[in-house]
């Protein structure tokens, strides 16, 4: 969350008058981050912890207002990564190359074939934007959604 609300802000004194939007993500197992892996190794090694277990993503949303006060959202899916051979991981990792992604998976595209389920609210908080919550924020602050 204050990730999200750090970039929203980021903006406020370009903006002074706009609704600014900031969102941020982490994935989590067993209360631990799962940081963007950066390597190829480091990516396999991160999916083959995750591999044929749940871990949590968690996605925040803040809108900076143009009086400083902040509205905020947050979204957790489970995700359930299904048991990876390690031919498995390598080929995943090659072929959409995950390095700046925590989790070490891009759901949006070849990382869906890796879950077995995901459960959660929103799907499109999976890929960075949970945009039920936002359309939700930005109707209680007065913007005509759709």
Known sequence: MALAQAKAASLAEQFPNAHIIGSDQIAELDGEP??????????VEQLRVLSGRCHRLHTAI?????????????????????????????????????????????IESLGISLFQTIEGDDFTAITGMPMMALCRLLRAEGFAIP
Do not use: F, N, W
Not at 34 to 43: D, N, Y
Not at 69 to 87: F, G, K, S, Y
Not at 99 to 104: I, K, R
């Open 62 to 106: 803040a809108i900076h207002r143009p009086d400083g006060t902040v509205q905020t959202a947050v979204d957790v899916h489970h995700m359930h990564m299904r048991a990876l051979e390690p031919d498995e991981l390598r080929r995943y990792v090659q072929a959409d190359q995950p390095l700046d992604c925590c989790g070490s998976y891009k």
């Open 34 to 43: 799962l940081h963007k892996p950066g390597t190829e190794e480091r990516a």
